[in-house]
């Protein structure tokens, strides 16, 4: 009983983990917030974008037909010949369906007639629901060919048929999937437990206030260099492995995507400085780190569905760094964008990492003026006491 004493002495002071708020956060955070996030159960409208080159009646009511589908949404049709591949950056789309050129006469003349769809297989499960819709309307479109016509399905040729095409990942190689979204996951998590500390150590040792007084926001932002180099080295390992020894697809330019680590990393870094700052020890401050990197992986992708999220969630979603990284892996290494077609995002990024860098200056200003203002205090204390 006085070892039971001792605990619940030591559970109550503050000196560790506040495990009685982390484990009600944890319970409330899954239950309410994860659940209205994910609350989608299927891919509903997932984004397909229409080459129509054919342009006529017919097509447009082939469109029309797919835009009435629950699981689809037309982004966007195109009457001219593009590269799909360019179509599926910045998970822009799901699918893009192809409709050739002469499509309505081969509807009305009974000749065979086929519609290619690529598909974005990045994750293989946001296109299970698209596929059995398309299928569906291909189906219903056949029966409606023989019941007008008066023909059976032999005499009616082979009517429409689905040409797809699977794009990135066509054989679901977990390197590419679930085992590259563990990678940033675990290597972003114990970088940020590896600073997230770093405010409240210094409070501890007794330097924090000579930080702040002789310091910047900028000499703060300098310790994470050594975390930081470490961590990029770290992920470059893991993805070198999986590229010799398993079957990681690597489409892209690798210069491309050390720089999209030169912006993340120092958001991430800086953003767990943030949270940690007004931890009472490294111990506590390690525990918010459930606050910013789990939110980012459930929502980035790896997990599960981008079009399974609702619209208002995948915006909210980059609030959380690690959101960003997922992109640029999946449109960097398994598209194979280049600079220039990630460019938007980067300069998304780049504002991003702006504010989160303004709100550490204002911080880091904030805590020297009370700091002077409270050794002004004690001098003062100190003074009236002489």
């Given at each position: 009983?006085?070892?039971?004493?001792?605990?619940?002495?030591?559970?109550?002071?503050?000196?560790?983990?506040?495990?009685e708020k982390v484990s009600i956060m944890v319970?409330?955070?899954?239950?309410v917030f994860l659940g209205l996030l994910l609350g989608n159960n299927f891919a509903k409208n997932a984004n397909v974008t229409v080459i129509d080159l054919d342009n006529s009646k017919y097509s447009h009511e082939i469109i029309d037909e797919m835009s009435a589908s629950p699981f689809i949404k037309i982004k966007a049709v195109l009457n001219m010949p593009t590269d799909p591949k360019a179509l599926f950056y910045r998970d822009q789309n799901v699918a893009v369906v192809y409709l050739?050129?002469?499509?309505?006469?081969?509807?009305?003349?009974?000749?065979?007639?086929?519609?290619?769809?690529?598909?974005?297989?990045?994750?293989?499960?946001?296109?299970?629901?698209?596929?059995?819709?398309?299928?569906?309307?291909?189906?219903?479109?056949?029966?409606?060919?023989?019941?007008?016509?008066?023909?059976?399905?032999?005499?009616?040729?082979?009517?429409?048929?689905?040409?797809?095409?699977?794009?990135?990942?066509?054989?679901?190689?977990?390197?590419?999937?679930?085992?590259?979204?563990?990678?940033?996951?675990?290597?972003?998590?114990?970088?940020v437990f590896a600073t997230i500390g770093m405010v409240p150590r210094l409070r501890l040792e007794k330097k924090l206030g000579e930080e702040l007084i002789h310091g910047n926001p900028f000499s703060m932002i300098l310790r994470l260099l050594p975390y930081s180099g470490c961590f990029i080295?770290?992920?470059?390992?893991?993805?070198?492995?999986?590229?010799?020894?398993?079957?990681?697809t690597l489409a892209g330019n690798l210069f491309v995507f050390l720089l999209s680590l030169f912006f993340y990393v120092p958001a991430l870094g800086i953003i767990s400085l943030l949270f940690g700052w007004t931890s009472a020890n490294p111990g506590v401050a390690a525990s918010r780190m459930i606050l910013f990197i789990p939110a980012g992986?459930?929502?980035?992708?790896?997990?599960?569905?981008?079009?399974?999220?609702?619209?208002?969630?995948?915006?909210?979603?980059?609030?959380?760094?690690?959101?960003?990284?997922?992109?640029?892996?999946r449109d960097i290494l398994t598209r194979g964008a280049s600079l220039m077609d990630c460019s938007k995002e980067f300069g998304a990024l780049m504002l991003y990492l702006g504010v989160v860098a303004?709100?550490?200056?204002?911080?880091?200003?904030?805590?020297?003026?009370?700091?002077?203002?409270?050794?002004?205090?004690?001098?003062?204390?100190?003074?009236e006491g002489e």
């Amino acid at each position: 009983m006085h070892s039971l004493k001792d605990e619940i002495e030591f559970f109550f002071s503050g000196r560790g983990m506040p495990y009685e708020k982390v484990s009600i956060m944890v319970a409330i955070v899954v239950t309410v917030f994860l659940g209205l996030l994910l609350g989608n159960n299927f891919a509903k409208n997932a984004n397909v974008t229409v080459i129509d080159l054919d342009n006529s009646k017919y097509s447009h009511e082939i469109i029309d037909e797919m835009s009435a589908s629950p699981f689809i949404k037309i982004k966007a049709v195109l009457n001219m010949p593009t590269d799909p591949k360019a179509l599926f950056y910045r998970d822009q789309n799901v699918a893009v369906v192809y409709l050739p050129k002469d499509f309505e006469k081969n509807r009305y003349s009974q000749s065979a007639g086929s519609i290619g769809v690529f598909y974005d297989n990045t994750n293989s499960a946001q296109t299970a629901d698209l596929k059995g819709a398309l299928n569906k309307i291909i189906a219903i479109e056949n029966q409606k060919s023989m019941i007008e016509n008066s023909v059976t399905v032999a005499a009616a040729g082979a009517g429409l048929s689905l040409n797809d095409r699977e794009l990135f990942n066509p054989v679901n190689s977990n390197s590419n999937g679930e085992v590259l979204g563990f990678l940033f996951f675990f290597s972003s998590m114990f970088f940020v437990f590896a600073t997230i500390g770093m405010v409240p150590r210094l409070r501890l040792e007794k330097k924090l206030g000579e930080e702040l007084i002789h310091g910047n926001p900028f000499s703060m932002i300098l310790r994470l260099l050594p975390y930081s180099g470490c961590f990029i080295v770290s992920l470059f390992v893991g993805m070198v492995i999986l590229r010799i020894f398993g079957d990681m697809t690597l489409a892209g330019n690798l210069f491309v995507f050390l720089l999209s680590l030169f912006f993340y990393v120092p958001a991430l870094g800086i953003i767990s400085l943030l949270f940690g700052w007004t931890s009472a020890n490294p111990g506590v401050a390690a525990s918010r780190m459930i606050l910013f990197i789990p939110a980012g992986f459930i929502l980035g992708g790896p997990t599960g569905p981008i079009p399974v999220l609702s619209e208002w969630v995948r915006i909210f979603s980059h609030v959380f760094p690690l959101t960003w990284e997922y992109h640029f892996t999946r449109d960097i290494l398994t598209r194979g964008a280049s600079l220039m077609d990630c460019s938007k995002e980067f300069g998304a990024l780049m504002l991003y990492l702006g504010v989160v860098a303004l709100v550490f200056c204002f911080c880091f200003y904030r805590a020297r003026v009370a700091f002077i203002k409270k050794k002004s205090s004690e001098k003062l204390l100190l003074t009236e006491g002489e």
